[in-house]
């Protein structure tokens, strides 16, 4: 297919940048989208290496924290102007995006995880935001619960909340992360859920948009 405008989604990049710059068609993109955990509980100067090396590859860039993240990574990233999380952003005319970082309780203490009912409400609060868009991504680094893209073995630990607000709004795409062994595709209603898996082990996602149409392709290099 032949788009109009992509983006190149990525996540989980954990302080290695480096295939951001392999990705093909990376500098000819329309941004970089960033779904989270930039570090591995790193702060300020460790997002910003990351932030400086993908904005080496493609200026354009939004990114939000994930739950590896510090407190401080999110507001460096909102003083940046480049914070997607309980955010609404317009991509494009008549294409939006809105985000959720951090992630539910998992049994490591990591320094960004809040109850499943913040994501939801971190949700509405971006959705409120949100124009009247004919197309819409959703950014979730916690994936929604019950898909490919959330199982640990054979576990589904994602998100209740996410899956929630997929199963209602039916975003066109929901680029998640998070759950680094669970690389997949899967449809929640109409909503492609992708999860690219760690930037340091290939993974990466195209979102195209073609007219008014907004998909994704998972891709690895």
């Known amino acids: 297919m032949k788009y109009d405008k992509y983006w190149i989604g990525i996540g989980d990049i954990h302080g290695d940048p480096g295939n951001v710059a392999r990705i093909p068609g990376v500098a000819e993109a329309a941004g970089v989208?960033?779904?989270?955990?930039?570090?591995?509980?790193?702060?300020?100067?460790?997002?910003?290496?990351?932030?400086?090396?993908?904005?080496?590859?493609?200026?354009?860039?939004?990114?939000?924290?994930?739950?590896?993240?510090?407190?401080?990574?999110?507001?460096?990233?909102?003083?940046?102007?480049?914070?997607?999380?309980?955010?609404?952003?317009?991509?494009?005319?008549?294409?939006?995006?809105?985000?959720?970082?951090?992630?539910?309780?998992?049994?490591?203490?990591?320094?960004?995880?809040?109850?499943?009912?913040?994501?939801?409400?971190?949700?509405?609060?971006?959705?409120?935001?949100?124009?009247?868009?004919?197309?819409?991504?959703?950014?979730?680094?916690?994936?929604?619960?019950?898909?490919?893209?959330?199982?640990?073995?054979?576990r589904h630990v994602g998100s209740r909340a996410v899956r929630a607000f997929v199963e209602r709004v039916q975003p066109d795409v929901c680029l998640s992360g998070h759950i680094h062994e669970s690389r997949a595709l899967d449809f929640v209603g109409r909503t492609a859920v992708v999860n690219p898996g760690m930037l340091a082990q290939g993974g990466y996602a195209v979102i195209g948009l073609a007219g008014r149409t907004l998909t994704v392709k998972l891709r690895t290099l």
């Open 33 to 154: 989208v960033v779904s989270g955990d930039l570090t591995t509980h790193g702060g300020v100067d460790a997002a910003r290496r990351v932030i400086d090396a993908v904005r080496r590859a493609n200026p354009v860039v939004l990114a939000q924290i994930g739950n590896m993240d510090t407190a401080a990574v999110g507001r460096w990233l909102e003083d940046e102007g480049l914070s997607i999380h309980g955010q609404a952003r317009e991509l494009a005319p008549g294409v939006g995006l809105v985000g959720v970082g951090c992630s539910s309780p998992t049994p490591f203490g990591t320094p960004s995880e809040v109850p499943d009912e913040r994501l939801g409400e971190l949700l509405e609060q971006a959705l409120a935001l949100a124009g009247q868009w004919d197309a819409t991504l959703l950014v979730a680094h916690d994936p929604p619960h019950g898909t490919k893209a959330d199982l640990v073995g054979a």
